[in-house]
């Protein structure tokens, strides 16, 4: 039977019946839910690594040792991941380990467009690309094959329009792979360099391989249509060029990496006109040139953001873009919001009305950044802040440390921001530090971490003490406050901002939307004697409270559930409370 | 089956519980056999910002997202949502509209007007416009979170699929104790629509 799944279920469940007995990610939109799909499926080991870098490993490990693998992160945490990414190329698989790279183009949920198809070919591994549901769960098994095979990890690169999209997919049967057996063999997986050396000659007769495989692979194909018209592509963009070009002729790359030189090359003969469409980089186009291929790509597309099927018409079949309906004024745009009651904007709030110099970092927490809080300088990528804000330090000096803070989540810091408060300590920082603890990854969906003490099965497991954790690292200076608390946030910024001192304050309250956060016992509301309509309320930036115009007045509204900020805000106490 | 492939474009704001609606529309899709494509957006944007689902279906869909111009029907859970989604609309397309408002924060802190007249305006430009006030029957029905299937039940009526396959995809997707008020409140949405 047929069913509807997301792209990132579909890998989960190619995974599962690949074999695969061992998955492991940190949570990042679009690749989330992966390895949290894979999490329900019986007799498997699924986790949640601190982050990228841990996950891979973990993946190696458990590869070396002779299970199936699935190791899952957006594009930017393979970043966090290349290095275990490098080496691991050359050692090679026992069991299968297929490393799955969901990349953003359109930026929906990322700080950035890097086009991972670029991994490929600097780690030397075949990168596949499936473009619907369906494929995302056979490559996935296929990738399982071609990984043992050819004794490499495989790259699945994804995108969020194929993680996200619901398409329709005829599961299979578990496969029943037994486990490789696992013989010590220290010049496969020592990577010392005379060993490596002889690594390097296997990791390119392997390679020499996958280039002959991809000839042949069922992955690549050719769809022969008119001749007027070719088309290369790959992934989702396949689907905008059978929309667009019901009669074009297409080769439709499945493996992406190593590409299949003959096969283009014949296909290329038989047609008129050639195009490349691939979202991004050129990372088809430019290859195809160096083989003397005349082929249009980049020059007529762009580089940025997602295609579609009216794009390519437009740019490609020079039809003009749909005028469709408009309206003669604009409406009001409506941005993503930290939530009413989100405790990150009793943070911000202080953060501005102190002025202070805010090296931020992501998570839910970036939307501080924009209007009307505003409260943030930086944020270059996971666990940054902690370094930005010591390097700020060490260019100005000390009087800047004391107007500076960093802003770090507690999955975000034990992501990557250990390391970078160790370097305050070590290098004689003053940096203050908050860590806003609200008991959760929120931001991809309230997923478990180390500090919160539950596991990705929902498991109770060993918690990691945040603030023991900062002391050992070497902070005399920890306290802990409620950041929906302002005069006392407010008083232990001051103190520690004075301190020629690191210090860290851990801002702790759970996430408004965390299942089991207790509901308000009570209701607030704005005694319209009192208000003076001064917006002081307003400007906390709270979807809680409305400004009537014409009676000038503050209102709480239906949103509201009386986190008190604004009643700590109004100078007229005009915010009164009833029990409920 | 109809070669012709139907696009439903769903549009609200975070929260408003778009998600149910599309994955209603979607297994009645699948119940009569057609090719299904939805596509969403996860993360950021749905703390409070605009949202949309995209729903396709037809004998053979191959993009996942709606081109520019070509929406059947765009299902709006809120006022100036339909208003930004507009031009995805065919040029005989039909707007449904949730008698709905929520403030963009630019409003609630007097920064913006929320435009009042915006119902006449697509209304001046769509003929074809219907506007019901979703919440209301909601709330009639007895759960005020049945909206969504209010809408569900004026889609139905919209698009011409079958009742009875609603009805089943609704009792396979609803928890028990909330069938009857949800069943209730698609058929009132339906009628509305009729």
């Known amino acids: 039977m047929k069913e509807l799944m997301i792209g990132n279920a579909a890998i989960a469940r190619g995974a599962y019946e690949a074999g695969a007995t061992v998955a492991t990610a940190y949570p990042g939109t679009p690749s989330t839910e992966i390895v949290s799909s894979f999490a329900e499926f019986p007799d498997v080991y699924a986790e949640w690594a601190p982050n990228e870098k841990v996950a891979l490993e973990v993946g190696a490990g458990a590869s070396i040792a002779g299970a199936r693998t699935l190791v899952a992160m957006k594009h930017v945490g393979v970043n966090v991941a290349a290095d275990p990414l490098y080496s691991f190329s050359y050692t090679g698989v026992n069991g299968g380990l297929v490393i799955v790279s969901a990349d953003d183009p359109g930026l929906h949920s990322s700080q950035n467009e890097q086009d991972n198809r670029g991994y490929g070919r600097f780690a030397k591994m075949p990168v596949i690309e499936p473009s619907d549901s369906q494929e995302a769960l056979d490559y996935t098994k296929l990738a399982f094959e071609i990984s043992e095979q050819f004794d490499t990890m495989v790259m699945l690169r994804i995108t969020m329009r194929l993680a996200h999209s619901q ?58 249509n008119d001749t007027g018209l070719g088309i290369i592509t790959s992934g989702v963009p396949y689907q905008y060029v059978k929309e667009a070009f019901p009669h074009a002729s297409i080769l439709k790359l499945g493996l992406v990496n190593p590409l299949p030189q003959e096969l283009i090359k014949s296909f290329a003969a038989q047609v008129d006109k050639l195009f490349v469409v691939e979202e991004l ?5 430019e290859q195809v040139k160096s083989w003397g291929i005349e082929v249009i790509g980049k020059d007529q597309l762009t580089l940025l953001g997602e295609y579609s099927t009216e794009y390519l018409q437009q740019q490609l079949g020079g039809q003009p873009m749909p005028p469709g309906f408009n309206l003669d004024k604009q409406v009001p745009a409506r941005p993503p919001l930290l939530c009413a009651g989100c405790p990150h904007r009793g943070v911000f709030h202080v953060l501005r009305k102190m002025r202070l110099v805010v090296a931020g970092d992501i998570g839910c927490y970036t939307l501080g950044a924009i209007a009307p809080l505003e409260g943030m300088d930086t944020c270059i990528c996971m666990g940054a802040s902690i370094g930005t804000a010591l390097g700020m330090e060490k260019a100005r000096g000390p009087e800047f440390a004391a107007k500076t803070v960093a802003v770090i989540g507690d999955s975000t810091f034990v992501h990557s921001g250990i390391t970078g408060l160790i370097d305050v300590v070590y290098n004689g920082g003053t940096s203050t530090v908050l860590i806003l603890d609200n008991d959760t990854t929120a931001m991809t969906g309230h997923q478990d971490h180390p500090a919160t ?84 309320c307003i400007r906390v930036g709270c979807t809680g409270v409305t400004f009537q115009d014409e009676e000038k007045k503050a209102q709480i509204n239906d949103g509201c559930i009386a986190c008190g900020l604004c009643e700590q805000v109004c100078k007229f106490d005009a915010i009164k409370q009833t029990e409920v | 089956m109809q070669d012709k492939v139907t696009n439903i474009l769903i549009v609200g704001v975070g929260g408003q519980g778009t998600l149910l609606t599309s994955r209603i529309i979607a297994k009645v899709a699948v119940q009569m056999g057609f090719d299904v494509k939805v596509s969403e957006i996860h993360g950021m944007a749905q703390r409070g910002g605009s949202v949309v689902s995209q729903v396709r279906y037809g004998k053979k869909v191959y993009s996942p997202i709606i081109k520019k111009g070509d929406a059947d029907i765009i299902l709006a859970f809120e006022k100036i949502e339909a208003a930004r989604w507009l031009d995805y609309l065919k040029p005989d397309g039909m707007v449904i509209i949730n008698n709905e408002r929520v403030n963009p924060l630019s409003v609630m802190s007097g920064k913006e007007k929320y435009p009042d007249d915006i119902h006449e305006k697509i209304t001046a430009l769509l003929p074809k416009t219907t506007i019901i ?3 209301a029957i909601a709330t009639r029905c007895g759960n005020v979170r049945a909206a969504n299937v209010v809408l569900v039940g004026m889609l139905t009526a919209a698009v011409g699929i079958p009742a009875e396959e609603v009805e089943k995809a609704i009792t396979g997707i609803v928890p028990a104790k909330a069938l009857q008020v949800n069943l209730t409140a698609f058929r009132e949405g339906l009628a509305a629509g009729a």
């Open chain 2, 133 to 135: 006030d979703a919440t």
């Open chain 1, 453 to 536: 003490g539950v596991t990705i099965t929902k498991q109770p497991t060993n918690k990691l003490d945040i603030e023991a954790l900062v002391k050992a690292i070497g902070v005399k200076n920890v306290r802990v406050v409620d950041p929906l608390k302002i005069s006392e946030l407010e008083t232990a910024l001051k103190e520690e901002l004075a301190r020629r001192e690191p210090s860290v304050i851990i801002c702790k309250r759970p996430c408004v939307l965390l299942p089991g956060t207790p509901k308000p016992n009570r209701k607030i509301y704005v005694d319209a004697e009192i208000c003076n309509g001064c917006k002081s």
């Open chain 1, 281 to 285: 980089e050129p990372v088809i186009e």
């Open chain 1, 167 to 224: 398409t329709m997919v005829e599961t299979g049967a578990k496969q029943d792979v037994p486990m490789k057996e696992y013989k010590k063999n220290a010049a496969k997986y020592v990577m010392l360099p005379g060993f490596a050396k002889g690594r390097h000659v296997e990791v390119e007769k392997s390679l020499q391989q996958l280039q002959e495989y991809a000839e042949t692979t069922p992955l690549n194909r050719i769809e022969m």
